[in-house]
């Protein structure tokens, strides 16, 4: 199974050149501008005779190649430094306290009280209720017709995982009432085809 490192620091930017990122090439080119500069403009200019050990002149340019090269604890330099500069221009102290500010959740925990979650669950059961009622006036008051269509739609739909449960409860009593009204009506149907098959007979 192939394995893939996965990158642990995301603020190192893309590689241009010689896996230096385009900060870390800036630095380079500034730290190798000024290392030049100072070892030819000053060493050389004024002090030929010191020949290479006019290169002294280039350690300002030494904190350039390492924020172009540095690293620590895994990331790039440039991190820690101007963190560091930060730190000295302006500090600050951060204090960990065991008790935590909680002032915010504490007010909005006490707008909650027990009454209010009360009368909210009353309310949304009530609503509910109320929307079951409606589902169940508007089926007693249509048609007969429409009536069968919503009993055969329920019937398709019984079985199906994706249809609501509720809205087929809530039809629970006008399908048993329904239902009742139906065995009913058979029933006399049948009384009176034997009541029409006896006067026949006679």
Do not use: H
């Not at 060493?43 to 620590?72: H, M």
């Not at 109320?130 to 055969?152: C, G, M, P, V």
Request: hydrophobic share 35%; with cysteine; proline share 4%.
């Amino acid at each position: 199974m192939p394995s893939y490192q996965i990158p642990q620091f995301l603020d190192s930017g893309e590689k241009i050149f010689l896996n230096l990122n385009i900060r870390q090439f800036a630095y380079a080119l500034a730290g190798g501008a000024l290392g030049v500069a100072l070892f030819y403009g000053i060493g050389q200019s004024f002090l030929p005779q010191l020949g290479w050990f006019n290169l002294v002149f280039c350690v300002p340019s030494l904190p350039f190649v390492y924020l172009a090269i540095g690293k620590y604890n895994g990331r790039d330099s440039e991190v820690y430094v101007f963190k560091s500069i930060i730190y000295f221009l302006k500090p600050r102290l951060m204090k960990f306290s065991k008790q935590p500010d909680n002032s915010d959740l504490d007010q909005k925990m006490s707008d909650w009280t027990y009454e209010k979650v009360l009368n909210r669950w009353r309310g949304l059961e009530s609503d509910q209720k109320a929307l079951e009622t409606n589902a169940y006036k508007a089926f007693e008051d249509s048609s007969a017709s429409e009536r069968i269509k919503t009993i055969q739609s329920l019937a398709r739909t019984v079985n199906d995982p994706t249809v609501n449960i509720a809205t087929t409860i809530s039809y629970k009593e006008g399908l048993a009432s329904e239902k009742k009204k139906l065995a009913e009506t058979i029933e006399k149907v049948n009384r009176d085809k034997r009541k029409q098959e006896k006067t026949s007979k006679k």
